[in-house]
């Protein structure tokens, strides 16, 4: 095991069993660095080069060894022998795997790392302080419902705004559409608990589940499962 006790990736508590979810540090001394690297493969390794600064490459870095040390554990395998690929719309898959799906969200220093069994994944979080314009945000991104929902309390608005984010995101990272989503027409209801109301193809209620998960250090986290997925791409085109 490449980790020490005090910094190994923290398993998260999951809504369904198909599901298993950590939460990651994306710093690490060099030695682990110097382990993770020789995990990568080219691509990944041309990847990392292409970042600006030395700060963004360790995060990269640190992030995909640590990604492949978990697949690598669920899949019985050395984590430079897990094949990951492009597939539709450019979203990484498993080349050899298709039962096995799995998504990557950051912030700062952290990260959240999902893998799912069956179903496609997609995760999201937010720092529970972050700032934004809540009235811009609610404008371009919600819909009238969302927007009629808000509480008058401006904080309180806030934070329901990242949660209806960090919903919207996760959908939008399990299909692969991520930022050209339209997530002005994706309906989201948070009582009793978060769940997709409506929306365009392939945002249909029925094929999807949405769970809010208890992140640590204030963070707010969505996992959403996509359980009728459109096929996957027989793709070859390493990530």
């Not at 001394?29 to 030395?54: C, I, Y």
């Not at 700060?55 to 984590?79: H, I, K, M, Q, S």
């Not at 991520?178 to 009793?192: E, Y």
Request: hydrophobic share 45%.
């Amino acid at each position: 095991m490449p980790f020490d006790a005090n910094d190994a990736p923290q398993a998260l508590a999951t809504p369904v069993v198909e599901l298993s979810l950590w939460w990651c540090a994306l710093t690490a001394p060099a030695s682990r660095q110097a382990t993770f690297a020789r995990w990568l493969s080219p691509a990944e390794q041309a990847r990392m080069q292409r970042f600006g600064n030395d700060a963004l490459r360790v995060r990269y870095l640190v992030g995909r060894g640590t990604l492949r040390w978990l697949l690598g554990d669920a899949l019985r395998r050395a984590p430079a022998d897990i094949a990951i690929v492009r597939g539709i719309r450019g979203r990484p898959q498993l080349a050899d795997s298709p039962a096995i799906d799995f998504n990557v969200t950051h912030t700062d220093n952290r990260a959240m790392i999902g893998i799912a069994r069956g179903v496609r994944i997609g995760v999201d979080i937010e720092r529970g302080d972050r700032r934004l314009n809540a009235a811009g945000v609610a404008r371009k991104f919600m819909t009238a419902a969302e927007r009629a929902a808000l509480p008058a309390d401006m904080d309180a608005a806030r934070r329901q705004l990242l949660l209806l984010w960090t919903c919207k995101e996760a959908m939008s990272k399990a299909t692969g559409d991520a930022l050209s989503a339209p997530f002005g027409r994706i309906d989201v209801a948070l009582a009793p608990s978060p769940r997709l109301v409506g929306g365009p193809v392939p945002y249909a209620p029925a094929d999807w589940s949405l769970h809010s998960i208890q992140a640590p250090d204030d963070h707010v986290a969505t996992v959403a499962l996509w359980h009728r997925p459109e096929p996957r791409s027989n793709a070859t085109t390493p990530v």
